[in-house]
């Protein structure tokens, strides 16, 4: 049925007023459950501070250094420093007492990034990268052979699967207030300026925060949209959004459970199930650095029946790697990208 002439010169206008509350009636708050990964993801989720925390890993401690191996404007990066110096990450050192200028290093728990960063290389040199071989060869100096770091249970020292694992309400479950949607101007190649990286594409497919949370909650068993729209409150066009992107990168294969209406869940594919380790990497980082000694959550691992933590070991000796045990040599060469070769070099190319 058309409308009449007064309903078309007279449009409704869209209301802006808050929905009635009952005297004594309090509104409803939205919440979200209290998650290590969550409190960690906006470290990773900002590229630029992620790209930061590489060009320091690398041996970057100057701002010109920062600005020459990114490309980044001056203010962006005087932001970015200042937010990591702000998150305990990293820590000012002054170099010059004439000029007042600092050097930026790592603090421990930057340094503790590390084995994290070193399960999403592996994650993305196996699944992302087209020649089968990262730009980097990791050397661990403690068995002097050539590393591909895996994930494994502390108790046991086993490799496990997502499907080995259960998960139990830690001293710091529950659920807390849900975080204000942010704006993001993120575009696709945003992880990728700069060197060559396996973590930078890894982070490309789910680098942000509601990418995150969702393979969160289906690691935690919640396939379906309404399960996971209810889980994370997230908006339904969002979640759309990135369940098709993850469906497009491989991470999810889509399966109709109900033709009418059509209704579908998102499995793992054997690549999506592969993000177990980084992410529970993720957690581990959370737990120690922002849980205040309360996690969320604890693992058990089935095989040994144990409570445990991920731990990043070397695969043929089985040592738990870190910054200042491994090595590498580069499939490119730095000096194209601006960057630095540090002394975690070996000489040569390969």
Not at 164 to 184: C, F, M, T
Not at 188 to 209: H, K, N, Q
Not at 231 to 251: K, M, P, Q, Y
């Amino acid at each position: 049925m058309g409308l009449s002439a007064a309903a078309k010169e007279k449009p409704v206008k869209s209301s802006k007023k808050k929905s009635p509350v009952r005297k004594g009636q309090k509104q409803a708050i939205a919440t979200e459950r209290r998650c290590s990964i969550a409190s960690t993801v906006g470290i990773l989720s900002d590229a630029w501070a992620f790209l930061v925390i590489r060009e320091a890993f690398f041996g970057a401690k100057r701002f010109e250094e920062f600005r020459s191996g990114l490309e980044i404007t001056r203010a962006t990066l005087t932001d970015r420093l200042r937010r990591l110096v702000h998150e305990g990450i990293m820590r000012e050192f002054p170099y010059s007492s004439t000029l007042s200028r600092v050097e930026y290093k790592l603090t421990k728990a930057g340094i503790e990034l590390y084995p994290m960063f070193m399960s999403m290389m592996q994650f993305g040199d196996r699944w992302l990268e087209t020649s089968k071989s990262g730009p980097l060869q990791l050397i661990h100096e403690s068995c002097n052979c050539v590393s591909k770091p895996i994930v494994t249970c502390s108790c046991c020292e086993q490799r496990f699967s997502a499907r080995d694992v259960s998960y139990v309400d830690g001293p710091g479950a529950g659920r807390i207030p849900a975080e204000a949607p942010r704006r993001s101007r993120r575009t696709a190649d945003d992880f990728m300026r700069g060197r060559p990286s396996s973590v930078s594409r890894t982070l490309e497919v789910i680098g942000d925060r509601w990418s995150f949370l969702i393979l969160r909650e289906a690691f935690y068993g919640h396939t379906r949209f309404d399960q996971v729209h209810s889980e994370l409150g997230i908006a339904t066009n969002i979640l759309t959004d990135r369940l098709a992107r993850l469906v497009d990168h491989g991470v999810f294969r889509k399966e109709m459970y109900q033709d009418a209406p059509e209704r579908y869940e998102y499995l793992l594919t054997p690549m999506g199930a592969d993000l177990h380790g980084p992410l529970l990497m993720i957690m581990a980082w959370g737990d120690r650095w922002r849980s205040q000694g309360r996690p969320p959550m604890l693992l058990r691992h089935d095989a040994c029946e144990k409570i445990f933590t991920p731990v990043v070991v070397c695969n043929r000796c089985g040592e738990a790697i870190s910054a200042f045990s491994m090595k590498y040599r580069m499939r490119y060469n730095p000096e194209k990208f601006g960057g630095r070769k540090s002394s975690r070099a070996v000489p040569g190319r390969i």
